[in-house]
């Protein structure tokens, strides 16, 4: 009975998790900083395509956006590192707002 609560528990608490449009955890494959004369950050992770918007390209923001060094400091770690991120995306921006729109970032192991 426990062990059925807890799995629907998880199974709930994933499917939340990825409603949401958190990417789980991938390796930042590229970085193209200044794409498309946004003055942003554009995001390709490994192995994974953003499915929200017209793009499988993120967009990390451009550099207006308060949390822009964060996120793209973020990213600029985890790929020098080896480690794989997890990213919550919200909405549709970029050009033509044809890109997933990041938010947050998670750092996981490697």
């Known amino acids: 009975m426990i062990k059925g609560l807890v799995i629907l528990g998880l199974v709930f608490f994933s499917s939340v998790l990825y409603a949401e449009g958190w990417s789980g ?5 590229q970085l193209n900083v200044g794409g498309n004369g946004q003055h942003g950050t554009f ?3 490994k192995d994974y395509s953003f499915t929200r918007c017209s793009s499988a390209v993120a967009f990390v923001g ?49």
């Open 25 to 29: 955890y991938k390796n930042v494959k």
């Open 43 to 45: 995001l390709i992770l």
């Open 62 to 110: 451009s550099a207006t956006n308060p949390n822009y060094k964060e996120l793209f400091s973020t990213f600029l770690a985890a790929q020098a590192s080896g480690k794989k991120v997890s990213v919550l995306t919200s909405g549709c921006g970029g050009n033509g707002n044809n890109y997933p729109s990041i938010v947050e970032v998670l750092i996981g192991e490697s």
